[in-house]
Protein backbone atom coordinates (compact mmCIF):
# COMPACT_ATOMS: atom_id res chain seq x y z
CA UNK A 1 0.00 0.00 0.00
CA UNK A 2 1.30 3.46 -0.96
CA UNK A 3 2.14 6.01 2.11
CA UNK A 4 2.22 9.72 2.33
CA UNK A 5 4.64 12.11 3.27
CA UNK A 6 4.02 14.25 5.80
CA UNK A 7 6.15 17.07 6.32
CA UNK A 8 5.90 19.71 9.37
CA UNK A 9 7.28 23.24 8.95
CA UNK A 10 7.18 26.54 11.27
CA UNK A 11 9.12 29.92 10.38
CA UNK A 12 12.11 28.40 12.53
CA UNK A 13 12.47 24.91 11.32
CA UNK A 14 11.41 21.47 9.66
CA UNK A 15 9.56 20.14 12.90
CA UNK A 16 8.71 16.62 11.14
CA UNK A 17 9.69 14.92 8.01
CA UNK A 18 8.11 11.19 8.19
CA UNK A 19 6.17 9.02 6.52
CA UNK A 20 2.27 8.12 7.32
CA UNK A 21 -0.87 6.05 6.97
CA UNK A 22 -2.78 8.76 7.24
CA UNK A 23 -3.27 12.35 8.61
CA UNK A 24 -5.80 14.40 10.24
CA UNK A 25 -5.63 18.03 9.86
CA UNK A 26 -7.73 21.12 11.86
CA UNK A 27 -9.29 22.82 8.97
CA UNK A 28 -10.58 26.46 9.71
CA UNK A 29 -14.26 24.96 8.91
CA UNK A 30 -13.50 21.62 10.42
CA UNK A 31 -11.08 18.73 10.40
CA UNK A 32 -9.68 16.52 7.26
CA UNK A 33 -8.92 12.69 6.95
CA UNK A 34 -6.09 12.33 4.02
CA UNK A 35 -4.83 9.02 3.03
CA UNK A 36 -2.93 7.78 0.21
CA UNK A 37 -4.35 8.61 -3.31
CA UNK A 38 -6.44 12.02 -1.96
CA UNK A 39 -7.22 14.54 -4.34
CA UNK A 40 -4.57 17.04 -4.21
CA UNK A 41 -5.95 20.24 -2.49
CA UNK A 42 -4.49 23.65 -0.56
CA UNK A 43 -6.59 24.24 2.54
CA UNK A 44 -6.50 27.19 5.01
CA UNK A 45 -5.72 25.17 9.05
CA UNK A 46 -7.43 26.36 11.97
CA UNK A 47 -6.25 25.85 15.98
CA UNK A 48 -6.08 22.33 16.70
CA UNK A 49 -4.82 18.85 16.57
CA UNK A 50 -2.68 17.33 14.20
CA UNK A 51 -2.14 13.65 14.15
CA UNK A 52 0.05 11.62 11.92
CA UNK A 53 -0.75 7.73 12.46
CA UNK A 54 2.18 5.57 10.80
CA UNK A 55 2.24 1.86 11.58
CA UNK A 56 -0.51 2.44 14.21
CA UNK A 57 1.56 5.08 15.79
CA UNK A 58 0.08 7.91 16.19
CA UNK A 59 2.17 11.43 16.92
CA UNK A 60 -0.04 14.22 17.67
CA UNK A 61 0.84 17.88 17.79
CA UNK A 62 -1.11 21.35 18.39
CA UNK A 63 -0.60 23.60 15.22
CA UNK A 64 -1.37 27.02 15.33
CA UNK A 65 -3.33 28.16 11.94
CA UNK A 66 -1.26 27.83 8.52
CA UNK A 67 -1.69 26.23 5.93
CA UNK A 68 -1.70 22.86 3.99
CA UNK A 69 -1.08 21.35 0.40
CA UNK A 70 -1.80 18.11 -0.46
CA UNK A 71 -0.24 16.92 -3.53
CA UNK A 72 1.66 13.66 -5.17
CA UNK A 73 0.94 11.40 -1.58
CA UNK A 74 2.80 14.46 0.49
CA UNK A 75 1.28 16.40 2.98
CA UNK A 76 2.70 19.89 3.61
CA UNK A 77 1.95 21.92 6.37
CA UNK A 78 3.15 25.29 6.66
CA UNK A 79 1.93 26.72 10.22
CA UNK A 80 3.32 29.38 12.55
CA UNK A 81 3.34 27.12 15.70
CA UNK A 82 3.63 23.05 16.11
CA UNK A 83 3.89 22.27 19.29
CA UNK A 84 3.98 18.40 20.50
CA UNK A 85 1.09 17.26 22.18
CA UNK A 86 2.52 15.99 25.35
CA UNK A 87 4.30 18.79 25.68
CA UNK A 88 1.54 21.01 26.49
CA UNK A 89 0.35 22.17 29.68
CA UNK A 90 -3.54 22.35 30.12
CA UNK A 91 -3.24 24.33 33.75
CA UNK A 92 -1.18 27.11 31.50
CA UNK A 93 -3.98 26.72 28.53
CA UNK A 94 -6.41 27.30 31.15
CA UNK A 95 -5.20 30.61 32.23
CA UNK A 96 -4.46 32.14 28.64
CA UNK A 97 -7.90 31.28 28.45
CA UNK A 98 -9.16 32.99 31.85
CA UNK A 99 -6.81 36.21 30.58
CA UNK A 100 -8.43 36.08 26.63
CA UNK A 101 -11.97 36.14 28.23
CA UNK A 102 -11.08 39.23 31.10
CA UNK A 103 -9.48 41.04 28.19
CA UNK A 104 -11.36 44.33 27.21
CA UNK A 105 -12.79 44.60 23.78
CA UNK A 106 -14.01 47.96 23.07
CA UNK A 107 -12.76 47.88 19.44
CA UNK A 108 -13.71 45.47 16.22
CA UNK A 109 -9.68 45.01 16.43
CA UNK A 110 -9.59 44.28 20.63
CA UNK A 111 -12.80 42.05 19.84
CA UNK A 112 -11.03 39.84 17.00
CA UNK A 113 -7.81 39.78 18.89
CA UNK A 114 -9.95 38.52 22.08
CA UNK A 115 -11.84 36.29 20.31
CA UNK A 116 -8.46 34.39 18.17
CA UNK A 117 -6.89 34.13 21.32
CA UNK A 118 -9.43 32.22 23.19
CA UNK A 119 -9.98 29.64 19.75
CA UNK A 120 -5.98 29.76 20.69
CA UNK A 121 -6.32 28.48 24.25
CA UNK A 122 -9.58 26.41 24.09
CA UNK A 123 -7.75 24.39 21.33
CA UNK A 124 -4.46 24.15 23.17
CA UNK A 125 -6.74 22.84 26.21
CA UNK A 126 -8.32 20.12 24.20
CA UNK A 127 -5.17 18.51 22.49
CA UNK A 128 -3.75 18.57 26.23
CA UNK A 129 -6.44 17.07 28.01
CA UNK A 130 -6.35 14.12 25.07
Known amino acids: MPQLKCIVVTPEQTVED ?3 DFV ?10 VAPG ?18 GQTTRYYVDGGFVEFA ?14 KKLDAGKAQTQLEAAKSR ?10 RERDQQRARAQLRVARK
Open 24 to 33: ALPLYDGELG
Open 104 to 113: PANTPELLAI
Open 38 to 55: HTPMIGRLGYGELRIVNA
Open 18 to 20: LPA
Open 72 to 85: DNIVSVLTNNAVPA
